[in-house]
């Protein structure tokens, strides 16, 4: 009774309505055959056996089963009905099968509905031998001798055939063809209502570090915690912290293949208790952290971690509060991340394309115009030296405006390896930029094996970009020193020169000094220009606070001029 209590909200109207026509059908055709009210039998039999298809239509067994029994009871009516209509001489013994044989129709067509040609095809072969046995055992005048029972039974098991194998053919010709979505227009239209969903969240935020900042606030009021912290996946397969609490900066584990709690709850999608920190170092005395995946749909997309310097403080009534509270903050912090995907890849192709333009438009032009300069000064008349020497000044203009779209492409096409982090990025970006002029540039590194997100770390760098060609074009500048602290959710990126200092009246104005801090609100950072004494500049930018930090790190401290 469970198993069809279970499966009886799923039974199909039209099924159930068609088999109850045919069962009322044959019911009254029997009666006009043999006129003899004792043949209902078989038409009682049929209702037992169909049974299954009204209950339990979608049962992996007793709706196979009910539809075998409904076909035996069909071929073994048939032989009585037939052999019955013969006796009382109504009519032959073919159009008496004829009464019930329609039936047959029924547990076939269900078959081929279903796409089970196998079962249709087994259907058939026990509908013959039901055929045979009903007109060979029952009644007392064989009917299997007669021609009309024979070409009834054959009719029939041919219809049975054609509507086993070729419904499936005859519903895919039918149905309509789908169209294809043009993938432009289907870009459109989930873009639009990306859009107008993100304008009607509160604060109109899809950030995805205030949204896990927004979490750890909520669940300090459900679960005690010396330290937490929210993770995500980057691009390299590692995990990335969008936000951090506590006065220790732990470097958490950021592995999913290491023997950790982390990469437990990441494989169960279930919460993890453990009684040792998910650190990298380890802590001394007792330490109680609880992990809980961030799940969207049937896919982590993160996760949280609670830690506190106390045994057992995350007993099964804590975790079911903090699982309360992550469980919706796993769709809003997935928005979040797809709006960021989404942000990046648009931004990256831009940036591309606009390269692309620049190295066959502009660039190329300029080429050919100094090519022309040059054919230009080589067919002077002798004595046109006033004449040479503007061709020379033009000349190189011309080749210093190439080096600069150059070094512009170069700045466009620059993206933070997933694999090497952001401080080789930007050192790969001063080196070259240094390297064409002529400053010594200084490197210090002080990396953790933590990463950030990758749209935070692209903003990071096209801010260190933009400090170090400012350098390099206004500042008149002979050493840039660069330093890279990244100990996520923190990181702090300063470019120092020993030129002349900011002037207001550059040829650019603010514009650069703008962007730059745009890009640092963008990801909450804070942007920080200060003199440096005894000349030059210092340009800085600060994302999130410094904690004191509880594990070694990556330090790299380069010579002067590498």
């Known amino acids: 009774m469970p198993v069809l209590a279970s499966v009886s909200a799923r039974v199909q109207p039209l099924a159930v309505t068609a088999r109850v026509i045919m069962l009322a059908l044959v019911a009254a055709l029997t009666l006009i055959a043999t006129r003899d009210p004792a043949q209902l039998r078989w038409i009682a039999l049929l ?10 239509p979608e049962h992996r067994i007793l709706g196979p089963l009910g539809r075998f029994a409904e076909v035996t009871v069909t071929g073994l009516a048939a032989g009585s009905i037939a052999a019955a209509a013969t006796a009382s001489g109504t009519v032959d013994a073919g159009f008496g099968a004829e009464a019930v044989l329609p039936y047959l129709a029924v547990p076939l067509l269900t078959a081929a509905l279903r796409r089970r040609p196998t079962e249709g095809a087994a259907l058939l072969g026990v509908a013959a031998v ?34 086993t194998f070729a419904a499936d053919t005859m519903r895919q010709l039918m149905q309509p063809a789908e169209q294809t979505p043009q993938p432009y227009a289907e870009a459109t239209r989930l873009l639009t209502q990306l859009r107008s969903v993100a304008r009607s969240l509160p604060g109109a935020t899809l950030d995805p570090g205030g949204i896990s900042e927004h979490l750890l606030d909520e669940l300090r009021m459900v679960a005690p915690s010396d330290r937490s912290a929210v993770l995500s996946t980057s691009g390299g397969g590692r995990l990335v912290v969008l936000a951090q609490t506590g006065a220790d900066r732990v470097d958490w584990e950021t592995t999913l293949d290491a023997d950790s709690a982390i990469a437990d709850a990441w494989a169960t999608q279930q919460p993890q208790v453990a009684n040792r920190s998910q650190g990298r170092s380890a802590r001394r005395g007792d330490v109680s952290s609880l992990v809980v995946p961030l799940v969207a749909g049937v896919r982590t997309i993160g996760l949280v971690i609670l830690e506190t310097d106390a045994s057992n403080a995350y007993p099964s009534s804590v975790v079911f509060d903090v699982t309360g509270v992550t469980e919706p903050a796993a769709i809003r912090l997935e928005a979040a991340l797809l709006f960021d995907d989404v942000r990046s890849l648009a931004t990256n192709e831009e940036r591309q394309r606009l390269a692309r333009e620049i190295h066959d438009g502009v660039a190329q032009e300029l080429v050919m115009v100094g090519y022309g300069i040059d054919n230009a000064q080589a067919t002077l008349p002798e004595g046109a030296e006033e004449t040479a020497e503007e061709l020379r000044t033009l000349r190189n203009e011309v080749t210093r405006v190439i080096t600069e779209l150059r070094l512009s492409l170069f700045e466009l096409r620059s993206e933070v390896d997933r694999n090497g982090g952001l401080a080789a990025a930007i050192a790969e970006y001063a080196r070259t930029l240094g390297t064409s002029a002529g400053l010594r540039v200084h490197f210090t590194f002080d990396e953790s094996t933590a990463r950030l997100p990758a749209a935070t770390e692209a903003e990071l760098l096209r801010i260190a970009q933009e400090a170090i060609t400012n350098a390099r074009k206004h500042a008149g500048a002979s050493n840039l020193w660069v330093t890279c602290t990244v100990d996520p959710p923190y990181a702090e990126i300063e470019v120092s020169d020993d030129g002349k200092g900011f002037a207001d009246d550059r040829p650019d104005g603010r514009y650069g000094l703008t962007i730059m801090a745009e890009r640092a609100e963008r990801i909450r950072g804070r942007l920080k220009i200060t003199p440096r004494h005894p000349s ?8 999130g606070s410094p904690g004191r930090r509880d594990s070694v790190r990556d330090s790299v401290s380069a010579p002067e001029g590498e």
């Open 47 to 56: 209702v037992v056996a169909a049974l299954p298809a009204f209950l339990a």
């Open 130 to 163: 039901a055929l045979v046995a009903g007109g060979t055992l029952i009644g007392a005048d064989s009917p299997i001798t007669q021609p009309g029972f024979l070409a009834a039974g054959g009719q029939w098991l041919v219809l049975g055939a054609i509507v």
């Open 536 to 543: 030059g500049t210092t340009v800085a930018v600060v994302l």
